[in-house]
């Protein structure tokens, strides 16, 4: 059965093209920078928003037409297995994620929940094995069901955090069995709505603590994934953990565990925090622990997570002018569409329109931070600010040789302090030129 009108596979056709079925910038075997755009992209396609979302919003009920909705229970499950494969096959999409609830539903018992698991990574497995696709990363949902309210690992219930341990370590062997890249751990309600009933300082050992478990089981099965944290400022936690990356950075940096993780992060979550993607990519990057990315874009004139497909293109090219720059560029994660058709795009074609635009939006970056990259516009930007540093007093404070006694020598000499500007207008200009051009 096809649940996406037995479409053909999506292929490149240039910019010139009006085929909406079509690339216009995502040519996969093109090379950037001695790389193919598809080992550069690592396109993934989200499992709970393609397949189990439904359109549901807080005020009215679900209006996607999804053919594998006429099942339920684990004949839904099996549906949704095969129309996940079928669009990976018609967009040429190498890789897919999810939560494990997005693949299987919960049973009475936790016994009956991973036996309903056990079934669908099974047929999982066998369409990976058919078809050469991959999984990106897995994780576990422990923020949907109403035992977490309190959260999972910062919960203030011993039960609920042993269950969380038991439903991670399934979660572990799963990844494992599917060969995941990478596994990544979000902490949906790992925070607080009030300090006045909250012991933070028990709460982050406790989170601290699961981490360490994780980490000891993975090499205890031998299961040698990639280990990410997912930064979020809000929602649904009002204050969570895992506010940025600097934040997430700070907490692993204290418990022992940035040898173990690095970071995904999404763009949304990223202006709910008040920055900008690329921003977090940068931070992250500095530090080494750019692990992968979540690709959508928020509504500016909305408070929340809209989880929208990208379409900025100042956004795809200042990310993928991170990400290049990144030693060993996007590495074992991907570019995942943790992303959603908007309500009123209700037919299934309209997610594979929306794949299209965002596998576009993220070529054309790629395409224009390449370019940025080999001929040195920012760089070289960058580099004239700061010669100050290169010589004299300012290569003295680079190099650990300046102190406060030398420094105020210097500067009691008076000699004429000369700024230049930072020209901000002219490199927008000259970026918008690239995006246009290139």
Known sequence: MSYFGNLDKVKFEGKQSTNPLAFKFYNPDQVVLGKTMREHLRFAVAYWHSFTANGTDPFGAGTAIRG??????????????????????????DYFAFHDRDIAPEGSTLQETNQNLDVIVSLIKDNMKATGKKLLWNTANMFSNPRFVHGAATTSNADVFAYAAAQVKKALEHGKELGAENYVFWGGREGYETLLNTDMGLELDNLARFLHMAVDYAKEIGFDAQFLIEPKPKEPSKHQYDFDVATSLSFLQKYDLMKHFKMNVEANHATLAGHTFEHELHVARINGALGSIDANQGDYLLGWDTDEFPTDLYSTTLAMYEILQNEGGIGRGGVNFDAKVRRSSFDPIDVVYAHIAGMDSFARGLQVAAKLLEDRVLTN?????????????????VAGKANFHSLEAYALQNNPIVNKSGRTELIKNILNQYIINV
């Open 68 to 93: 594998w909705d006429q099942y339920s229970g684990m004949d839904l499950a099996k549906a949704r297995v095969e129309a996940c494969f079928e669009l990976l096959n018609i967009l040429d999409v």
């Open 381 to 397: 930007v960058i580099d004239d600010r700061y010669a100050s540093f290169k010589s004299g007093i300012g290569a003295d404070i």
